[in-house]
């Protein structure tokens, strides 16, 4: 079965980090740009950062520029967004998606269709 894997979520305060991972099954990632989204309660689905296959252009949203990082490993066939500074607005579920390399290409990071979707990982910022 053909499918992305999220892992990494959990609680985490206010000013600190997580790196969460997105992992393909049935599948090789290198071929696939990549992003990240997440969507919190009662709020409309948001682009947070895409990778290109290879990595070498990335788009990160203003929301979280300067605190997020998306990174990919093609070896390990995994692809990483690392998250510090967390801020209670950063509380939602986080879900990795294959991306359009056209739409990244002008610096959007817009789900293909088709494309793969992850389960989610829940991130929750809270004191």
């Known amino acids: 079965q053909l499918q992305l894997v999220e892992s990494g979520g959990g609680l985490v305060q206010p000013g600190g980090s997580l790196r969460l991972s997105c992992a393909a099954s049935?599948?090789?990632?290198?071929?696939?740009?990549i992003g990240w989204f997440r969507q919190a309660p009662g709020k409309e689905r948001e682009g947070v950062a895409c990778?290109?296959?290879?990595?070498?252009?990335?788009n990160i949203a203003d929301s979280v520029k300067g605190r997020f990082t998306i990174s990919r490993d093609n070896a390990e066939n995994t692809v990483y967004l690392q998250m510090n500074s967390l801020k209670p607005e950063d509380t939602a579920v986080y879900y990795c998606?294959?991306?359009?390399?056209?739409?990244?290409?002008?610096?959007?990071?817009?789900?293909?269709?088709?494309?793969?979707w992850g389960q989610g990982t829940r991130v929750t910022v809270s004191s």
């Open positions: 990778i290109s296959n290879s990595g070498d252009r990335t």
């Open positions: 998606a294959t991306v359009s390399p056209l739409k990244l290409m002008f610096r959007l990071c817009v789900p293909s269709e088709p494309g793969y």
């Open positions: 049935g599948f090789t990632l290198d071929a696939y740009p």
